[in-house]
């Protein structure tokens, strides 16, 4: 069977009357299993949650402009590695600089990086 467009669904709908659409819910409801009530008021939460984005995310530096020892810097100051490790981290580009963090610490972490003139990737 060919699959119908909503927008034929919903002229076809318009149609109907009140108590043809009622019987029509409640076959729906009957046929799949379902409560019209329930699916309503779960669509928007679902849709509010994919509109948040990721809960965790990735911080990486692609380059830098300006001084490495900045770089390197900024760099110990977000991981608190030692020096020495975060010149390791810095030499080694493109370099995962935190993982699975929020979206909020991961553009503070942005910004501090960036002020330190690095290419920045939030992933």
């Known amino acids: 069977m060919a699959k119908i467009a909503k927008e034929d669904i919903i002229a076809s709908l318009k149609e109907y009357t009140v108590v043809e659409l009622f019987d029509l819910v409640k076959a729906i409801e009957e046929e799949f299993g379902v409560k019209a009530a329930a699916a309503a008021a779960a669509a928007p939460a679902a ?62 972490i942005k910004k501090k990086l960036e002020e330190a003139t690095c290419t920045v990737e939030v992933k």
């Open 47 to 108: 849709a509010a949650k994919a509109a948040e984005g990721p809960s965790e995310v990735t911080v990486s530096i692609t380059a830098f402009t300006g001084s490495k020892v900045a770089v390197i810097k900024a760099v110990q100051g977000i991981t608190g590695l030692s020096l020495m490790d975060a010149k390791k981290l810095v030499d080694t580009l493109p370099a995962k600089i935190k993982e699975k963090i929020s979206p909020t610490e991961a553009e503070e």
